[in-house]
């Protein structure tokens, strides 16, 4: 099994529509992030959290939110979705040093 | 604000050949420079990585030079590989919390 799980991989939805994406990890890390990915832009920070009761936006949190159910598992929500908001979508954890462990991402699209 | 920038955006080399992906970065209490490596349908991993109390740090065929004073690092690839071709990610951290800042991507093809 994988280290960090991304559910579903590939999703497609309509405008409007509220949409989970979730990420479970077995790694014991403490800090989980979601990030956003697009060409040319990187990958961008829309929420990370340095454990279960400890939540912070990011740089590009607006349309989103998430939720720390338990140590391992972080969600990500788009409330209601736009067609900007389709993109690759990744989760990661790491420990406390600066290693990065990545899921294999869920591509998104909202038409 | 964009603390880190990548370029090129994409790089065609042939095999056998040299690739050279560079980055800049602006805040001086970065202190940790790692280059991830990302295949189609996979998510990152972490290639090699740099402190800013070497210049140089080598393995295996990859590379990262680092120049403080300008500010500025990269990544080598010798006697690349058709097997390289992946977008490859350089970061920076150092700031609150140890969080990684990503750079743009480059996309490298390496051509038999």
């Known amino acids: 099994d994988a280290d960090v799980t991304q559910t579903p991989r590939n999703r497609i939805t309509k405008t409007g529509k509220r949409i989970m994406l979730e990420c479970s990890q077995t790694?014991?890390?403490?800090?989980m992030y979601w990030y956003r990915q697009d060409p040319g832009l990187g990958l961008r920070l829309i929420y990370y959290?340095?454990?279960?009761?400890?939540?912070n936006k990011g740089e590009i949190s607006d349309g989103y939110s998430v939720s720390r159910q338990a140590q391992a598992k972080f969600s990500l929500s788009l409330e209601s979705a736009i067609p900007n908001q389709t993109a690759l979508y990744f989760c990661a954890t790491s420990a406390h040093n600066y290693g990065y462990t990545f899921g294999s991402g869920t591509r998104l699209t909202v038409v | 604000q964009q603390q880190v920038k990548q370029s090129p955006q994409s790089l065609i080399v042939q095999k056998g050949g040299i690739s050279i992906i560079n980055c800049a970065y602006e805040n001086t209490a970065f202190d940790y420079f790692p280059w991830y490596q990302q295949f189609p349908g996979k998510g990152p991993a972490l290639l090699i990585a740099i402190r800013p109390d070497v210049s140089e740090k080598k393995e295996g065929r990859f590379t990262i030079s680092f120049n403080k004073s300008a500010k500025q690092f990269s990544l080598h690839i010798m006697d690349s590989q058709p097997g390289d071709s992946a977008t490859y990610f350089c970061?920076?951290?150092?700031?609150?919390?140890?969080?990684?800042?990503f750079g743009g991507g480059t996309r490298l093809m390496v051509k038999p």
């Open positions: 970061a920076v951290a150092g700031n609150a919390g140890n969080m990684l800042t």
């Open positions: 790694k014991g890390h403490d800090r």
């Open positions: 959290s340095f454990d279960v009761k400890d939540i």
